[in-house]
């Protein structure tokens, strides 16, 4: 069991333990993009992360 938030941060590698912190990765399980938030950037937007799954999914605006 992961104890403080310290040790949480570092084993899902979340970067300046700053939340929220989106990782989307392809179909072959590697990163495509982070989405790291902190002081000075606002969280994507959710059309912006649904068009990052979509294109680590190699889909298009047509696909489903």
Known sequence: SLG????VME???I???MLPHFKVY???GKLFRKFITDELTEPPTHEV???TIREALGLDEKSE
């Open 15 to 17: 970067d300046n333990s």
């Open 26 to 28: 392809d179909r072959e």
């Open 49 to 51: 992360v649904e068009t």
């Open 4 to 7: 403080s938030d310290e040790e």
């Open 11 to 13: 084993a899902f590698d």
